[in-house]
C-alpha cells in the first residue's frame, strides 16, 4: 500500500510569535482536486506555500511522492502555484511567459517554443500569443497563468485564490475550465479560496481551516450537511445555529432546550451524548418551513414549530431568503425555492411583520457536540463569528 | 494650459534662450580679443579641423562610458542588498546616510581624496607599513574615476535601490516556483523589472561625469584634458568664447542624443 501523493506530517509554522499553521496532519491522494478553505488569516495561504517550498515549516515534515521536500529549494521542485495577483511577467509577452519555466530547464528553444504553443492552443489563447501581457482581458491573463505553471507538465498543480479577481460570469466558467483540466490532466490540483461556491463547484474533498488548525476534511457535501464544529457550520453553507443543552433522552430522540425553546432531534449517530450535555444544533436554513397561522397542522407531531414573524424577504433569482424573528427574539433565516415557497403559503401575502409558523423535521436538525466547538465560542476570541453566515 | 505657462516661460528663459545664445555665439568672432557678433562658421572649422578637440571629445566619451559602467557594476550588488537583503526601516536609514555627501560641496569632497590619495596620503601611508607602494593614484584615470564615483555613486545606489524594491515580489516568488535559480531570477526578473530605474541611474552617471571638470582637474591631472578642461584652457587663452561654445554645442548635442537614446530603450515596450 502505497503513501498518497502528498502528505503533512505534524506540520508547524510559525513566523515570529505567530503561528500560522499548527500540527498539521493530513494527505491528498494523486489525482485529487483539494480546495483549502478558511477566512483570511487561517493559514490556508501558508499551506500551500509550504507546499511550493516559498516557505519553510517550522517543524514537522512535508513528503511529496515519499520523499521528504522540507529543504528542497523552490526552484527544485515541479509545483507550479497559480498566484492570485497571476504574477504574469509584464516585460514578457504571452507566449515568453509560457515558455519561462522551460527556459529555466536549459529546454531548447524550438522545442519550448513547440510546448508553449500547444498550452496556448490548449486554454484557447494562441492567438495573443505575441501580444504583451497588459493587452489581455482578465480571463485570458487567468489562461496564460494556467498554462505557464502547467507547461513543465508538474505532478501537482497550486492555486492561490486564482479567481478572486474575476467577475461572477467568468469565475463559473473559469470553474468549468479548471475542472475539466484536472480530469483530463489527472494531476492533483490544491486550490486555496475563501469561497464556499468555488470549493463546492469543484473540489473532490474540501480542508476547512481557522487559526492555523484543520476544523474539518470532507466532501463538499459531508462539510455541508454534517459539520464538524460550529465554526464549519458557520462558515460553511447557510445554516442556523443554536445552542442548548440536552434536557431528555427519549425513544432516541434527543430534547434540547435552546434559545427558541425545546428543539427535538434525532439521535442517530450521537449515542455517547447523555442528559446535561450541552450542543449545538446546526440547521440548514433549506430545512426550514413556513406555513401560514390558519394552514392546517401539516407539521407532524415530533417535529418542531414555532411562532414567528418576518423580518425580511430578499429575492436572488429563483432561490428567496426569508428572515423570521420567534417570539424570544431569535433570527432565523430560511432559503426556498420561489415555487415551494408559493405552494406553502398559497393563501398568504407575504409582508413584513407577518406572523407564520417556522417548522422542520427532526432528521434534519445536526447535532454538534459542544465540547468540539467550546474554543470557537470563548469570549476572548478575536473575532466573534456571526450567528448567521451566507454562503 | 493655463497652468503650463509658467512652465513653459521658465524654460524658454532659462533653458532654449541661454542655449540658443550660445549657438548664437559659437558663429562669433574674435578680434583683438574681443568678441565680434557675426555669423560665421569660422571657430566650428576651427575646433573641427584640430586633432586635440576630437582626441578630447573621445577620450570625455570613453571616460564617462567607464563611470557608467563602474557606478552600474559597483552600485547593483549595494542596491541589491538595499533592496532585498534588509528591513524597510535599514534601508530608509541607509538611504538617508547616502544623500549626506550631497550636503557638502562636491569639491571639498574631492579635495579630500587628495589627502587620501596622494604619494604620501593615507593610503600609501598604511600600504607602506605592509612593505607595498607608494602607488601613484594622483593624476591619473585612476584618480579621475575616484572623483567620478566620489560625485555619481551614492545616486546611482539610490536610484536603483528605488527601482528595484519596487519590484513586485509575487514575481520573484514566480520565477523560482518556476524553476530560476538565484541568478537566473536576478537576470530574467529583477534587472527587466527594475530596467528604468537602472537605466535612469545609467545615464545621470554618464551626464554627470561627462561634463564634470573638478575629477579630472584636480584628480586627473587634467593630461590629456576632457571637454570640460578644453572649454576652460580655450576661454582662457584669447579670450576664444566662440571656439568654447562649439565644444560645449557638442557636448549638449551628445547629452541629448545619449539621454534620448537611454529613456527610449528603459521603455520600450515588447510587440
Redesign the interface.
Known amino acids: 500500500m502505497s503513501e498518497p501523493q502528498i502528505v503533512f506530517e505534524n506540520v508547524i509554522k510559525r513566523f515570529g510569535d505567530t503561528v500560522a499553521v499548527d500540527k498539521m496532519n493530513f494527505s491528498i491522494e494523486q489525482g485529487e482536486f483539494l480546495t483549502i478553505m478558511g477566512s483570511s488569516g487561517c493559514g490556508k495561504t501558508t499551506t500551500l506555500r509550504m507546499l ?3 516557505e519553510t515549516p517550522s517543524e514537522g515534515e512535508i513528503r511529496l511522492a515519499g520523499k521528504r521536500i522540507n529543504e528542497i ?4 521542485r ?4 497559480v ?1 492570485q ?1 497571476l ?1 504574469l ?5 504571452v507566449v ?1 511567459n509560457v515558455e ?2 522551460l ?3 536549459s529546454i531548447q528553444s524550438h522545442d519550448r517554443k513547440q510546448r508553449a504553443m500547444k498550452w496556448l492552443e490548449r486554454m484557447e489563447i494562441s492567438e495573443f500569443a ?1 501580444r ?1 501581457v497588459a493587452q489581455l482581458s482578465g480571463g485570458q491573463r487567468q489562461r496564460v497563468a494556467l498554462a ?2 502547467l507547461v ?1 507538465e508538474p505532478p501537482v498543480l497550486l492555486l492561490d485564490e486564482p479567481l478572486s479577481a474575476l467577475d461572477a460570469n467568468l469565475v463559473v466558467r473559469m470553474q468549468g475550465v479548471l475542472s475539466r483540466l484536472q480530469k483530463e490532466l489527472g494531476i492533483t490540483f490544491v486550490y486555496v479560496t475563501h469561497s464556499q461556491s468555488e470549493a463546492f463547484a469543484m473540489a473532490d474533498r474540501v480542508v476547512i481551516m481557522s487559526q492555523g488548525l484543520i476544523e474539518q476534511i470532507g466532501t463538499p457535501k459531508q462539510v455541508f450537511r454534517e459539520p464538524a464544529t460550529r465554526f464549519v457550520a458557520e462558515f460553511v453553507g447557510s445554516n442556523n445555529i443554536l445552542t442548548g443543552i440536552i434536557s431528555k433522552i427519549e425513544n432516541r430522540k434527543l430534547h434540547v432546550d435552546t434559545e427558541i425553546g425545546l428543539v427535538i432531534a434525532d439521535q442517530s449517530g450521537h449515542d455517547d451524548l447523555a442528559t446535561g450535555n450541552p450542543v449545538d444544533i446546526v440547521i440548514s436554513a433549506d430545512r426550514l418551513n413556513l406555513y401560514s397561522l390558519d394552514s392546517p397542522d401539516e407539521a407532524d407531531s415530533s417535529s418542531n414549530k414555532y411562532r414567528c414573524k418576518l423580518v425580511s424577504e430578499e429575492f436572488i433569482g429563483a432561490i428567496v431568503t426569508l428572515l423570521v424573528e420567534t417570539e424570544n427574539g431569535t433570527e432565523l433565516k430560511i432559503q426556498k425555492q420561489q415555487k415551494d415557497l408559493d405552494k406553502d403559503l398559497s393563501n398568504v401575502n407575504l409582508e413584513t411583520g407577518q406572523q407564520l409558523w417556522v417548522s422542520w423535521p427532526g432528521e434534519s436538525v445536526y447535532i454538534v457536540p459542544a465540547k468540539q466547538s467550546a474554543k470557537f465560542v470563548s469570549p476572548n476570541s478575536p473575532t466573534c463569528p456571526p450567528t448567521f453566515s451566507t454562503g | 494650459m493655463t497652468w503650463r505657462l509658467p512652465v513653459i516661460v521658465w524654460q524658454l528663459l532659462f533653458f532654449v534662450g541661454p542655449l540658443l545664445f550660445m549657438i548664437a555665439m559659437s558663429f562669433f568672432l574674435v578680434k583683438n580679443y574681443r568678441m565680434v557678433e557675426a555669423f560665421e562658421m569660422t571657430s566650428w572649422i576651427k575646433m573641427f579641423g584640430k586633432g586635440y578637440f576630437w582626441d578630447s571629445y573621445f577620450f570625455t566619451l570613453a571616460l564617462a562610458a567607464w563611470a557608467t559602467i563602474v557606478a552600474t557594476c559597483v552600485a547593483f550588488p549595494a542596491a541589491f542588498g538595499l533592496a532585498f537583503k534588509v528591513s524597510d526601516g535599514t534601508r530608509r536609514w541607509i538611504i538617508f546616510l547616502l544623500i549626506i555627501p550631497f550636503f557638502t560641496s562636491y569639491l571639498v569632497r574631492t579635495f579630500s581624496w587628495y589627502v587620501i590619495l596622494a604619494e604620501s596620503g593615507v593610503i600609501n601611508n598604511i600600504l607602506g607599513y605592509i612593505g607595498l607602494g607608494p602607488y601613484t593614484m594622483l593624476n591619473t584615470r585612476f584618480g579621475t574615476m575616484v572623483g567620478y564615483m566620489t560625485l555619481t555613486l551614492p545616486l546611482v545606489i539610490i536610484l536603483q535601490t528605488l527601482s528595484m524594491a519596487n519590484v513586485d515580489k509575487n514575481l520573484i516568488e514566480a520565477a523560482q516556483n518556476l524553476g530560476a535559480g538565484r541568478f537566473q531570477v536576478i537576470c530574467k526578473v529583477i534587472i527587466p523589472s527594475a530596467k528604468v530605474g537602472l537605466i535612469i541611474g545609467a545615464v545621470f552617471c554618464f551626464i554627470l561625469s561627462f561634463g564634470d571638470f573638478v575629477a579630472p582637474y584636480y584628480l586627473g591631472g587634467s593630461k590629456p584634458p576632457t571637454l570640460s578642461i578644453l572649454i576652460i584652457d580655450t576661454t582662457k587663452s584669447g579670450q576664444q568664447w566662440p571656439r568654447a561654445a562649439v565644444v560645449a554645442v557638442m557636448m549638449t548635442t551628445t547629452l541629448m542624443i545619449v539621454a534620448f537614446t537611454a529613456i527610449k530603450l528603459a521603455y520600450s515596450k515588447k510587440t
Open positions: 511550493a517550498g516559498l529549494k523552490p526552484s527544485d515541479n509545483t507550479p502555484l498566484w495577483s504574477a511577467f509584464p516585460f514578457l509577452n515568453e519561462f519555466g527556459k529555466m530547464r505575441n504583451p505557464r505553471a513543465t
